[in-house]
T-cell receptor
Framework: QKEVEQNSGPLSVPEGAIASLNCTYSDRGSQSFFWYRQYSGKSPELIMSIYSNGDKEDGRFTAQLNKASQYVSLLIRDSQPSDSATYLCAVLSVSGGYNKLIFGAGTRLAVHP | GEEVAQTPKHLVRGEGQKAKLYCAPIKGHSYVFWYQQVLKNEFKFLISFQNENVFDETGMPKERFSAKCLPNSPCSLEIQATKLEDSAVYFC????????????FGPGTRLTVT
């Protein structure tokens, strides 16, 4: 089992719809979770972080965390073609006192006009 | 600076040659991380630094990879005797002391080994 799992997609949604991206993780001790957006040929861009169970909203983005289910999600409201990218779920691993991001393989989102 | 800077943007090396990559973290960030991205989305952690000290090197293939972060100099990642499988994009990221605020990535260096 991979440490961080995401559906690779592509997830295709029409412009204006809600895009829902999901991620599960295996380390029950994980405390910090991040969503990065990566356009083709570019570097990952941090768009959301979440540490507590529940929802966290920032503009059109909402991150949701359920530690009991080891599940993180990202909702993008009013999806735009410019949101088309790969979305990477990352979990901060603090095992052994070290801190490093464990990435999922990413979900490719395609927003069509 | 306000962004992580990486040089060069592209690097081409023949198999067996040395490759050296550079990273300047965001000013004020204490932690520097190196990641390798192959096959578009597979990220692999290599090494991290807290200031000039190695913090975690559990991801480094030590026989050929080395890294440094010296005071008043860009951090560096060096690959001795490159192999074809080292072809990847190498990203540097930095974070403030409180790393729950996330890591911020540089533009990457694309290494092609021929």
């Amino acid at each position: 089992q991979k440490e961080v799992e995401q559906n690779s997609g592509p997830l295709s949604v029409p412009e204006g719809a809600i895009a829902s991206l999901n991620c599960t993780y295996s380390d029950r001790g994980s405390q910090s979770f991040f969503w990065y957006r990566q356009y083709s040929g570019k570097s990952p861009e941090l768009i959301m972080s979440i540490y507590s169970n529940g929802d966290k909203e920032d503009g059109r983005f909402t991150a949701q965390l359920n530690k009991a289910s080891q599940y993180v999600s990202l909702l993008i409201r009013d999806s735009q073609p410019s949101d088309s990218a790969t979305y990477l779920c990352a979990v901060l691993s603090v095992s052994g006192g070290y801190n490093k991001l464990i990435f999922g393989a990413g979900t490719r989102l395609a927003v069509h006009p | 600076g306000e962004e992580v800077a990486q040089t060069p943007k592209h690097l081409v090396r023949g198999e067996g040659q040395k490759a050296k990559l550079y990273c300047a973290p965001i000013k004020g960030h204490s932690y520097v991380f190196w990641y390798q991205q192959v096959l578009k989305n597979e990220f692999k952690f290599l090494i991290s630094f807290q200031n000039e000290n190695v913090f975690d090197e559990t991801g480094m293939p030590k026989e050929r990879f080395s890294a440094k972060c010296l005071p008043n100099s860009p951090c560096s990642l060096e690959i001795q005797a490159t192999k074809l499988e080292d072809s990847a994009v190498y990203f540097c990221a930095s974070s403030p002391s409180e790393d729950r605020r996330g890591q911020y990535f540089g533009p990457g260096t694309r290494l092609t080994v021929t």
